[in-house]
């Protein structure tokens, strides 16, 4: 019964599916540089507090040395790091291609606000570059906004959202 269903819909909007033999089609892609996230001196001082334990002794957190590695990494690394962003465009469906793991507020505001009939948002698009929290969410906090997860400035989200959609903007 679900197989039947299931196909007697997918006919259903098979159906109702316009066909053009010619739509316009275009890209455009932007760098955009972003600064990478630093500890304080607090949470360097706890990172270098983890990573001189010996690694059988004792953890508070299973992952606590894995993250402490991660923030080491961050704290010696570049400032700064360059993203491609990229906007498609076919015909009326817009698309945002953006190299981080996207929340759905964010692509469900660039959808919201493009100028195409139809858009959608493609994540780890051209690149990777971790989780991509709105400045909400990491006030909100949670595994994604925790440093090492998140890499970049906290109002990355939305200075990229800016430039997706006005790339768009751009395509129409």
Do not use: C
């Not at 001082?45 to 953890?59: D, H, I, N």
């Amino acid at each position: 019964q679900v197989a039947e269903l299931v196909a007697k819909r997918v006919k259903e909007a098979h159906d109702q599916i316009k066909f053009y033999d010619w739509v316009p089609l275009n890209s455009v892609v932007r760098e955009l540089k972003l600064q990478f996230l630093k500890p304080d001196e607090i949470m360097q001082k706890y990172m270098g507090e983890v990573l001189a334990k010996s690694k059988t002794s004792p953890q508070y957190h299973q992952y606590e040395r894995y993250y402490a590695e991660r923030i080491q990494r961050l704290l010696t690394g570049p400032d700064e790091v360059t993203v491609p962003l990229q906007a498609v465009r076919v015909g009326e469906v817009g698309i945002a291609a953006i190299p981080f793991e996207v929340f759905a507020e964010t692509g469900l505001e660039i959808k919201d606000r493009t100028p195409f009939t139809h858009a959608f948002t493609i994540e780890l698009a051209n690149d990777y570059h971790g989780y991509l929290p709105t400045p909400n969410q990491h006030e909100l906090g949670g595994y994604e906004t925790w440093m090492g997860t998140s890499k970049v400035q906290l109002d990355a989200s939305e200075l990229i959202k800016h430039i997706i959609l006005d790339m768009m903007n751009n395509l129409k």
